[in-house]
């Protein structure tokens, strides 16, 4: 027996393309967290919150029903830049107090005299963005509970760490900073060049924006108008179309056809189907119009393959593209209507995957 189409093979394609990107996104989040502290020692204390922060994340997850989807990892991905930030601001104050001549304990008690507050303050700030998601309703608050809940439990869970793991890691850890030897230390002080540069000029645009405040005032001013603008141009949608792997179409002959006639039809579009690049298999369904539900032998539906997302790294194969193609081939068959669809990238959410729709006056 054969299986003609795998409904789990484009759940796990998306989730190991969103696995893949969670792995790169914390490969980068360190690279950019050692650049700008320049110490392997501080480093390695942000980079300890991540996963602490993350299992508790889950363990949130778990609590609430939620499953590991494509919304909650996504979720995660933009976590791992998000949940390193309190843990920099306490690293960075306890270096401070350190270069200035104090012990790691007392540097770190220093440290967070000072920047609990702000720690719990950023905590609150970024989790009263995402909480008012969680208590939308309609179809919307479905799609988005899970992100909002996902973002505001590993953002207050990384405020959690910054107050009690970190400030013991700091203690633990820290020692004066020495400026690594070898290419990396070449590379820390060829950037610290760099930013000293940048921030001198920053330092002067910011010293004239001050003393032509109108001119900033105006040039604010143009770019929210030009942003409303390109918000007008930029097509909207609930839920963006995506390539699951594939195509529906809808045949309709006239009513009374015949259903030898119908044959036909369906061998023409099953043969013009087949030759697509991008196309893997099909099965015909007869009797049944997949839009209306009407029954009758004028009437037919198929299941369109496509072959595997590895196999069509070509734009021209991607289900859009094939879409159009198949467009543009059915619309050569006389006395019967084919549609080929691409379907909703959520299934139930709708027959196909959306329409535009435009009506001049």
């Known amino acids: 027996v054969d299986i003609t189409y795998d409904a789990t093979l484009v759940v796990q394609a998306s989730i190991a393309e969103v696995l893949k990107t969670l792995v790169e996104a914390f490969l980068l989040v360190v690279v950019v967290v050692f650049t700008f502290l320049g110490s ?12 602490v922060s993350l299992i508790g ?3 949130v997850l778990f609590a609430f029903g939620f499953s590991i989807n494509t919304l909650t990892l996504l979720a995660m991905v933009l976590a791992i830049g998000i949940v390193v930030d309190d843990a920099i601001v306490v690293v960075e104050a306890v270096e401070h ?6 012990s790691p304990l007392e540097a770190t008690h220093q440290a967070m005299s000072e920047v609990a507050a702000p720690v719990i303050s950023i905590a609150l700030v970024l989790s009263s963005v995402f909480v008012p998601v969680a208590f939308l309703g309609g179809l919307t608050g479905e ?11 590993s953002v207050l869970l ?19 900073k020495v400026l690594p030897r070898g290419p990396f230390g070449w590379y820390i002080s060829a950037f610290e060049k760099v930013f000293k540069k940048v921030t001198g000029g920053y330092t002067y645009l910011v010293s004239i924006a001050v003393r032509k405040l109108f001119f900033v005032v105006l040039a604010m001013g143009i770019a929210f108008f030009a942003l409303y603008g390109m918000q007008k141009a930029v097509p909207t949608a609930l839920v963006p179309a995506e390539d699951n792997g594939y195509l529906l179409l809808s045949i309709t002959l006239p009513p009374g056809s015949s259903l030898e006639r119908t044959n036909e039809v369906t061998s023409m579009v099953e043969k013009m189907t087949l030759e ?6 099909m099965v015909m369904f007869g009797g049944s119009n997949l839009l209306t539900g009407a029954q009758g032998p004028s009437n037919a539906f198929s299941f369109v393959i496509l072959k595997s997302w590895e196999e069509r790294h070509d734009p021209s194969q991607s289900a859009d593209a094939i879409t159009g193609a198949l467009y543009g081939k059915f619309s050569t068959i006389k006395g019967a209507i084919v549609f080929p669809i691409n379907p909703p990238p ?11 729709f435009e009506l001049q006056d």
């Open 97 to 102: 107090h350190i270069e200035e001549g104090l």
């Open 158 to 176: 990384s405020a959690i760490v910054a107050l009690t793991l970190t400030p013991a890691l700091c203690q633990m850890i820290l020692k004066p």
């Open 57 to 59: 994340t889950f363990a």
């Open 143 to 153: 799609l988005y509970r899970q992100f909002a809940i996902t973002m505001s439990a």
């Open 276 to 281: 697509t690049p991008g196309v893997s298999s």
């Open 346 to 356: 959520i299934p139930g959410l709708s027959l196909s995957g959306g329409f535009v």
């Open 40 to 51: 392997f020692r501080a480093t390695i204390i942000p980079m300890l919150a991540v996963p």
